[in-house]
């Protein structure tokens, strides 16, 4: 005779260490690093503080640190995007999923790119430079670009770093303007700046006459 | 009698913090700040250990946020710029002030703007925001505005937020393209970034049309 499922089933390994790594980044989001204990996160989880520290036996930095890698790693699921259709309305989906990640974790997000108190900065700093990174390299490759240029480089990394800058003044300002506003308003910036850089780099001008607007 | 002045004249204890801050700025330009320790900024300075120690009673973290504040100050006095003639070529003046404080400090620079690995990160980056804060209100005076709205507001933060990412990915490309190219390039993106906030609000609709291109 098959058992019958137990009504109560037991966590994987994977899938308790997300729960833990969920409640850890809802806590981070919510109270500075420093603020939040291994007991916060043991509550928040519903489980034992002996069992936070069995997944997590480097404490509370172990933890901040894994809980940002999680973050970036959603982050980085925001820049996928099928390589179909205009390429403006594709970004502005990518920018859609990744608004609504600074939405939903708020001060969180802040405490990714700012860096923590409680964690070796340069590590943090890698880590968000690592998601920077995946951002440009996802916007070279809808562009068709194997091989961009400094110029071109140059104002992908700075239309990214405003972006930044602008999600965190945004929750600043108690998330104005509402985020499709802002959604559309960043994809005109994007193209403003690659405007700019076209009448200095006939690779980005070669952009701006063909690839960004097809199909628009 | 007079007695002749001496030929060696002992510095202020002005002067002689000033020496020292410049000694150890330096030094942090060239190496990373766990690298340089108080006997290198001595020696660089022609003083002696205890010298440094009595002007620095706190070691390496205060001589290095000494450093980093003198950096801060003199990033500052790059903004200062007279209210007269046409904006973009005082924003242009501005820039050349900033990008020579570029080039002349280099991995110092970096290091600023980066966060220090022996400095307390909040103190740090609460000297950058003031130096951020302060290039917007330089902005903003000079675009004659005195009560900035928030779209404004953003689009001046996401333009020095971008001005900083051009900075350090310049000092990663060997300083190319030339300074001066860079700094027209940097401008032309501040008219874009407006234009494009022009077409949501108002205010920076009529900065666009008046304060922008008077007199250019």
Not at 172 to 194: H, S, T
Request: proline share 6%; net charge negative; glycine share 6%.
């Amino acid at each position: 005779m098959t058992p019958a499922a137990p009504a109560y089933r037991r966590l994987s390994v994977e899938e308790r260490r997300s729960q833990l790594l969920e409640a850890a980044l809802t806590l981070f989001a919510h109270r500075a690093p420093e603020d939040v204990s291994l007991d916060d996160v043991a509550e928040a989880a519903g489980v034992s503080r002996p069992l936070v520290y069995r997944y997590f036996p480097g404490g509370k930095q172990q933890l901040y640190e894994a809980a940002l890698r999680s973050a970036a790693d959603q982050l980085r699921l925001c820049f996928d995007e099928p390589r179909q259709g205009p390429l403006l309305p594709r970004l502005g989906r990518a920018l859609d999923r990744y608004l609504a990640f600074v939405d939903e974790h708020d001060a969180g997000f802040s405490a990714l790119l700012q860096g923590g108190s409680v964690v070796e900065t340069s590590r943090t700093t890698a880590l968000v430079d690592g998601v920077r990174r995946a951002a440009a390299d996802h916007i070279h490759s809808h562009l068709g670009v194997t091989d961009p240029g400094p110029r071109l480089r140059m104002t992908v990394r700075m239309w990214i770093t405003s972006v930044e800058a602008a999600s965190l003044i945004w929750l600043d300002e108690d998330k104005q303007p509402p985020a499709g506003e802002l959604r559309d308003w960043l994809v005109d910036q994007f193209v403003a700046g690659l405007t700019v850089t076209a009448a200095r780099d006939a690779q980005t001008a070669e952009l701006v006459r063909g690839a960004l607007t097809a199909g628009t």
